[in-house]
């Protein structure tokens, strides 16, 4: 089974960037769909991105469009998501997704972000 | 955006009984393709997530045939036949039919 590993959390200050990364051990990572989903600790799931097996489709959560930006290197079974214009809302633990389409198959065990001065 | 609604938000279980619980979305899950984007997922204490059931009655690979789900439009369940310890945590309906896919707020299930 594919397994995800995600990196690029941390402490960002409010309006800063932050490149989350997420590998991939498998070429079977092409197959896949791909999201990035977020939950505040304690609280629940929220879906942010997803992008399709070859990366020229994506889609985003309302409050994240404009903001963020999802990508992959199917080449370096990696997914990535540039966050901009960070707030503090965007504080959470972002989980890498991986599946059939819309399906959530496969999660990594998340990166925490922390937006605060 | 699909707003999606379960009930009941908490839910204490006895081990070896059934349990169920409901998720209601704000617009018909049911695709042209005569699928259902309804998925269920678990998220056991300390762990990520994992996928329980897709497409409304659809279990994932290595789910416990006491999990099943059903329903079809804008009302679906989850019910687990026999409780077992191993089963606490909160559980989570999510749709796909439209985008953003969004999810309920969870029913955490624990043992009485």
């Known amino acids: 089974e594919v397994q995800l590993v995600e990196s690029g959390g941390g402490l960002v200050q409010p309006g800063g960037s932050l490149r989350l990364s997420c590998a991939a051990s498998?070429?079977?990572?092409?197959?896949?769909?791909m999201h990035w989903v977020r939950q505040v600790p304690g609280k629940g799931l929220v879906w942010v991105s997803r992008?399709?097996?070859?990366?020229?489709?994506?889609s985003y959560e309302g409050s994240v469009k404009g903001r963020f930006t999802i990508s992959r290197d199917n080449a370096k079974n990696t997914l990535h998501l540039l966050m901009n214009s960070l707030r503090a809302e965007d504080t959470a633990v972002y989980y890498c997704?991986?599946?059939?389409?819309?399906?959530?198959?496969?999660w990594g065990q998340g990166t925490l972000v922390t937006v605060s001065s | 955006d699909i707003v999606m609604t379960q009930s009941p938000l908490s839910l204490p279980v006895t081990p070896g009984e059934p349990a169920s619980i409901s998720c209601r979305s704000s617009?018909?899950?049911?695709?042209?393709?005569?699928?259902?984007?309804l998925d269920w997922y678990v998220q056991k204490p300390g762990q990520s997530p994992q996928l329980l059931i897709y497409?409304?009655?659809n279990r994932a690979s290595g789910v416990p045939d006491r999990f099943s789900g059903s329903g079809s439009g804008t009302d679906f369940t989850l019910r687990i036949t026999r409780v077992e310890a191993e089963d606490v945590g909160v559980y989570y309906c999510?749709?796909?039919?439209?985008?953003?896919?969004?999810f309920g707020q969870g029913t955490k299930v624990e043992i009485k």
């Open positions: 997704v991986g599946g059939s389409g819309t399906i959530l198959e496969h």
């Open positions: 498998e070429d079977t990572f092409r197959n896949f769909w």
């Open positions: 992008i399709d097996k070859d990366g020229s489709g994506a």
């Open positions: 617009q018909s899950l049911l695709y042209s393709n005569g699928h259902n984007y």
């Open positions: 497409l409304a009655s």
């Open positions: 999510m749709q796909a039919q439209q985008t953003p896919q969004t």
